[in-house]
């Protein structure tokens, strides 16, 4: 029997786990159990209960698959299959130059190989054109710190800081429904009646603040904006404020005043839906003490994402929450290393250490690093969005890693013809995913628990990835994917398949950045340190407490607005949101495999008030046609008053007819790049004659968060999370 300590595969709360495995290949040969650590307390949700099952999966890739002149992909050598991909690479570089070569990474790659596939890019393709999925779910929010703050770091303080909270504004996250061992952390605020929800939705977590837990704000969809800014504006004509932090710790205040002083209680009550007596009680709650304010998905996959991911901020600097013991402000990272991914080389404008491409400083550092000519480096490519819009034109051959754009993109319909219109698309993936599918290359490659690494986590914290067990014979590192083709390139630089000595290289890299690695190492992560970033001799848990990360130590106070949307979609009458089940996980590649998890959730689920549905026709468990210009869904109607009237909700973990992105358009936030997922206009019909009786969900049962001394009673009604004494077994 091997053993590891290692911490989930899913969402960025990387709760501990470890993963045992019996040397025979009989059934029930690995199991997972909870373990005790900060953010988890030992208890999972039913993903990371069940992870272990995909493991010993049948349908795991096992050899490297190549398309055959037929059209069919059919079992090939690695040796093969290399030689194509590096072929093609190189026809592809020497027709077309070398930007017509594109990497679409992804925010569940361990830093290493995050690290490594940027590296890959620039210097053994020199291509600008890499990007990857970080930029669906975290870029607004990055976006909207390194102005305010100087520095993205999700949570800027450990969870744990939570637990202390007489008031959290939740705006936009259904954490019940993304990480259910979170909920741990809002027992305090629930049992002081402060814990307030910003959602159109009565979601699970919405739920949490009944019977005198706190407060639901069941604003319209696309309204979070002038929400936050009526907010502001009450804080300020009330003398809330906290003058004296804001005249120390900060910059910018008149002009925030100026711009915050159209959005009086009745106007924001209007165009949000939120009543006034509910904004004035959440403004003097936050001002009260003891405060945090969070934020999610829903606030910035917005075209404003990035302005209100701001007001968010401006918030919580105007009350003097930033920096401060017991209180703050953060965003929580979604993918399980969101965080670390976009830090040190996948996104298309930076270098490792969360460096500028464009900083002739970071140039030279990482350079020297890397043992090449600074001008060697190409200069900064194309965000995510637009570098899909490349495809089958400028870009001709396509390198997707840890992602599956065919359900997680805008407009998939249009992204599918695009990949479809490739010379040479190359997929590295552990399942024959959507995109997997229409590859011309595709690379089988080892899970979680068959490799070492590390990953950070949504409070800066830097973990350890641990192997508990072989992958199967024919399955491969990325690392050793990227060395083979860099050494059949005939690449500069040194291409280590050693996660320890990749990890060592990327911390010198780092080293001076903003993501400062530079004093860690897998052998200092192994002795459990609170490892917290920036690191040189010692971790940074709140890099905030003195002062901020621009040069005079002060946030900036940055003014937004808020304007209408552009009409769209004419003739579309509700505004769809797109979201999260709790037995889903992005874009269901894993969790849709997993038997448990699939007969909870088989099927996506159109959420429609009861008003809305008897205005079309439409009875609960019927299917329904949702459209709009861009394409058709069809999924079965669930009836619920949980839904406002004028809003419909689709889960985005579905693929096919299913695809809730198939109608999601590819308009962006013109700061961050990041798509608008979460408003956007569809029709809803009954499809006449659709005979098919409705497949009944798993009922909900209730979540057992494991206790801790000093921590409340577990939460209960939402579904998920079992106790540490429970294991899964495959």
């Known amino acids: 029997m091997s053993s590891a300590d290692t911490h989930c595969p899913y969402c960025a ?36 209960w069940t992870s272990a099952e995909l493991l010993a999966s049948p349908q795991r890739l096992r050899m490297p698959l190549l398309r055959r002149p037929d059209g069919t992909l059919a079992e090939t050598t690695w040796e093969k299959a290399l030689d194509a991909v590096a072929r093609a690479f190189r026809d592809t570089k020497a027709t077309h130059g070398p ?5 679409f990474g992804g925010g569940g ?25 970080g930029r669906f779910c975290m870029s607004s929010a990055a976006a909207a710190s390194n102005r305010a703050f100087g520095m ?35 027992a305090g605020a629930r ?15 919405a739920r949490l603040t009944e019977d005198g837990a706190g407060t639901h704000l069941q604003a319209a969809p696309g309204t979070d904006l002038p929400l936050l800014l009526g907010l502001t504006h009450i804080a300020i004509a009330e003398g809330l404020a906290d003058r004296a932090y804001m005249e120390v710790r900060t910059s910018g205040f008149d002009a925030l005043r100026r711009s915050v002083a159209q959005w009086w209680p009745e106007r924001t009550a209007s165009t949000t839906g939120v009543p006034v007596a509910d904004l004035r009680a959440t403004a003097r709650r936050l001002a009260a003490g003891r405060a945090f304010i969070l934020t999610g998905r829903g606030v910035e996959q917005h075209v404003d994402g990035t302005a209100t991911a701001t007001a968010a901020i401006n918030l919580a600097l105007v009350l003097g929450l930033v920096g401060r013991e017991g209180s703050g402000y953060g965003t ?55 570098l899909l819009g490349e495809l089958g034109g400028p870009v001709k051959t396509l390198l997707v890693a840890g992602s599956n754009v065919v359900v997680s993109a805008p407009d998939v319909d249009a992204v599918r013809a695009r990949l479809n219109a490739l010379d040479t698309l190359i997929v590295c993936d552990f399942f024959l995913s959507e995109t997997a599918e229409l590859a011309d290359i595709v690379l089988p490659v080892l899970q979680w628990a068959e490799e070492e690494g590390t990953m950070t986590s949504l409070e800066g914290r830097v973990i350890r990835r641990r192997r508990a067990l072989p992958g199967p014979d024919g399955a491969r590192s ?67 407490a003195e002062r901020f990360a621009h040069a005079d130590g002060r946030a900036r106070l940055v003014p937004v607005e808020a304007t209408p949307p552009a009409p769209i979609d004419r003739g579309a009458d509700l505004t769809l949101t797109t979201g999260r089940y709790l037995q889903q996980y992005q874009s269901g590649t894993q969790t849709r495999r997993v038997t448990e998890l699939h007969e909870a959730r088989p099927e996506a689920r159109l959420e429609i008030h009861p008003a809305t549905a008897s205005r079309l026709g439409i009875r609960d468990g019927v299917l329904v046609a949702v459209s709009n210009a861009r394409g058709t869904v069809r999924a079965r109607a669930s009836v619920t008053t949980d839904i406002r009237h004028d809003t419909v909700f689709l889960p985005f973990h579905y693929a096919g007819d299913e695809c809730a992105n198939r109608l999601t358009g590819a308009i962006v936030d013109p700061t961050s790049a990041m798509p608008e997922f979460k408003r956007t206009r569809v029709r809803v019909e009954a ?17 057992v968060v494991a206790e801790h001394p000093g921590v409340a009673p577990p939460l209960v009604g939402v579904a998920g999370t079992r106790s540490t004494q429970e294991e899964t077994h495959v």
């Open 191 to 205: 049992a002081a009646g402060g814990l307030i929800v910003v959602d159109p939705r009565r979601s699970a977590t």
């Open 13 to 48: 709360l990387q709760c501990a786990m470890t993963v045992s495995h019996a040397s025979s290949t009989g059934e029930k040969a690995t199991t997972v159990t909870g373990r005790d650590f900060p953010t988890n307390r030992g208890g999972l949700c039913a993903k990371g």
């Open 478 to 544: 990325e690392l050793w994917i990227m060395a083979e083709i860099a050494r059949r390139l005939g690449a500069a630089s040194t291409w280590s398949i050693d996660p320890a000595e990749v990890f060592d290289e990327l911390a010198r890299a780092s080293e001076g950045g903003i993501a400062d690695y530079s004093g860690l190492s897998h052998a200092l992560l192994d002795t459990g340190i609170e490892a917290y970033w920036p690191y040189r001799s010692s971790g940074t848990p709140r890099p905030f």
């Open 152 to 186: 993205d770091r999700g949570l800027p303080f450990p969870v744990t800081d939570l637990d202390d909270a007489a008031t959290i504004l939740l705006l936009g996250s259904n954490v019940a429904a993304t990480m259910p061992p979170f909920l741990a952390h809002l």
């Open 99 to 103: 930007d017509a070569n594109a990497i």
């Open 109 to 133: 790659l361990t830093n290493e190989k995050a690290y490594q596939l940027g590296k890959f890019a620039r210097v053994a393709l020199g291509t600008s054109r890499i990007d990857y999925n």
């Open 332 to 386: 929580l990272t979604g993918q399980g290393n969101g965080q670390g991914g976009r830090e040190h080389g996948q996104k298309a404008d930076q270098l490792p250490g969360y460096r500028s491409i464009r900083d002739p400083d970071a140039r030279q550092h990482v350079a020297g690093v890397w043992g090449v000519d600074p001008d060697e480096i190409p200069d900064a490519g194309i965000p995510a969005t637009a």
């Open 687 to 703: 499809i006449p004659d659709a005979t098919t009786p409705p497949t009944p969900h798993a009922a909900a049962s209730p979540v």
